[in-house]
C-alpha cells in the first residue's frame, strides 16, 4: 500500500523547460537556486537527470558540498566514474579476447602483438584533467554531458576558490557544444559572491534562476492520501498551502507533519504544526542540534531568532549573561559566520536570519518561556 512516505511529486516539464534553456545558450550554465531542503537534490536526481538522458545526454552530477575541502577532485572524480561505466563493458570484453593471443608463433619466430596503444594518461593537474575528462566522456558517450554541481557555492569557500572557477569556465566555455551544466545553490549569499565579486571569472557567466518550491499540487497529493487513510476527514488546501509556507517549504518536513496529523486525525493544520513542534521528538531534534554549537553560539541564535541586532551595545550586555562569555563584536560576528557554514543562518537582502523558521519559533518560545 501507497504511505505518506510514497508521495513523491514529478516535475518533468520543469526540467524541460531548463533543458530548452541550456540548448538556447551554449556555454552558459544554470544556477539553480532555492534554500536548503526545499528539493533542489531531488529534483537534480528524478527529473532532470532522466530528462537529459531521454534527449540523449550524459548526466554526471556531483555534489560539492560533501567534499568541501577539495571540490574540482569531487567533480573530476564524478567524471571518472562515468568514464569508467562507459569503458568497464568494452575493455572486459577487450581483455578476455586480448590475453590468449598475445604471441602467436608463425614458422617458429614469434610475432609479439603486444598491448594495444595505451591512452595518454590524464594530466596531473586538476583542472586540466577536468578538461580532458569532460573531453574523453563527451567522445566515449558519442553526446551531451550535463553536468550537474550541486551546492556550487561551496567553491567559493575553498581555498583555490577563484582559479577553480576560472578553469570551470574555460572549460565549459571551450566544450560549449560537448558540454552543458547546471549549478544548484543554497546560500543567496554565498552564490552571489561566487557570481558576482567584481573581477571574479564568474561574473555575469552563469544564469541565476529561483528554483520553485513545489506548488499545491504536492499538497493536493497529501490531502488525497489522508482522506483515503481517513474517508470521513478532508485536510483543507488554503490551510495546508498557509503551513507549507510556514515551514519554509520542505516537503519532507511538510509530510512528516501531515502524517503525525494523520496518527492523531487532526485536521486542523495549525492545530497539527503546533502539536508537531511541541512534540518530545521534534523538541529532542532541536536540542541536539542546538547543542552541536555552543552556548555563546546559541545566544547569538535567539538574538537573531528575535529580530534583534546582533552587534548593538544593548545585545552585547544582554550576551553578556552568558557564564564565561566576553562578548566584543568580532566575537559576535565570528560567532556568525560559523552559524552560517554550519547551516542554521542564511543572509539575504532582507538581512541575516535563521534557516529553518520553526527552529526559529522554538527559540523564541523558549525565550518568552
Ligand atoms: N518533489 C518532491 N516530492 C516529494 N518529496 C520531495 C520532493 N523534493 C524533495 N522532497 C523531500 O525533501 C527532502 C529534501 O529535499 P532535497 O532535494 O534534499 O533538498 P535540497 O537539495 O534543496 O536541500 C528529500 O529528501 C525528499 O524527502
Ligand atoms: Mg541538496
Do not use: C
Request: charged content about 25%.
Amino acid at each position: 500500500m501507497k504511505t505518506f512516505d510514497d508521495i513523491e511529486l514529478r516535475r518533468p516539464v520543469l526540467a524541460q523547460a531548463y533543458l530548452a534553456l541550456l540548448a538556447a545558450q551554449p556555454g552558459r550554465p544554470l544556477a539553480l537556486f532555492a534554500p536548503r531542503r526545499v528539493g533542489k537534490t531531488f529534483f537534480l536526481d528524478h527529473d532532470l537527470a532522466p530528462g537529459a538522458r531521454q534527449a540523449g545526454m550524459l548526466p554526471v552530477y556531483a555534489d560539492l558540498w560533501l567534499h568541501k575541502s577539495a571540490p574540482i577532485e569531487a567533480l573530476n572524480h564524478a567524471l571518472e566514474e562515468a568514464l569508467d561505466d562507459l569503458q568497464v563493458p568494452a575493455s572486459r570484453a577487450g581483455k578476455l579476447a586480448r590475453t590468449p593471443v598475445k604471441k602467436i608463433g608463425v614458422l617458429g619466430a614469434s610475432v609479439d602483438l603486444g598491448d594495444e596503444p595505451q591512452r595518454r594518461a590524464l594530466p596531473e593537474s586538476p583542472a586540466l584533467r577536468l578538461d580532458a575528462l569532460v573531453t574523453r566522456l563527451a567522445a566515449r558517450h558519442k553526446g551531451q554531458i550535463l553536468l550537474m554541481l550541486d551546492e556550487v557555492q561551496t567553491l567559493g569557500e575553498a581555498a583555490d576558490g577563484v582559479p577553480l572557477v576560472a578553469s570551470l569556465r574555460a572549460v565549459l566555455h571551450k566544450r560549449r557544444g560537448e558540454v552543458r551544466a547546471v549549478f544548484t545553490g543554497s546560500s543567496q549569499e554565498g552564490l552571489a559572491r561566487l557570481m558576482n565579486t567584481a573581477g571574479a571569472p564568474m561574473y555575469q557567466f552563469a544564469q541565476i534562476i529561483d528554483f520553485p518550491f513545489l506548488d499545491d499540487e504536492f499538497l493536493r497529493l497529501l490531502a488525497d492520501h489522508f482522506s483515503k487513510v481517513h474517508p470521513e476527514k478532508a485536510l483543507a488546501l488554503d490551510d495546508l498551502h498557509q503551513g507549507f509556507s510556514k515551514i519554509g517549504f520542505k516537503p519532507a518536513l511538510m509530510r512528516d507533519v501531515v502524517k503525525a496529523m494523520s496518527a492523531e486525525g487532526v485536521t486542523d493544520v495549525s492545530q497539527g504544526l503546533r502539536n508537531y513542534m511541541t512534540s518530545d521528538h521534534q523538541v529532542a531534534v532541536w536540542q541536539a542540534l542546538l547543542s552541536s554549537v555552543d552556548t555563546f553560539d546559541q545566544g547569538v541564535l535567539q538574538v537573531i531568532a528575535r529580530g534583534e541586532p546582533p552587534m548593538s551595545q544593548a545585545t552585547l550586555q544582554a550576551l553578556g549573561a552568558i557564564p564565561g562569555s566576553k562578548p566584543t563584536i568580532s566575537k559576535v560576528r565570528s560567532s556568525i559566520e560559523k552559524l552560517k557554514r554550519g547551516g542554521f543562518l542564511s543572509k539575504t537582502i532582507a538581512g541575516t536570519h535563521l534557516d529553518d523558521p520553526l527552529l526559529a519559533e522554538f527559540l523564541l518560545q523558549r525565550t518568552t518561556g
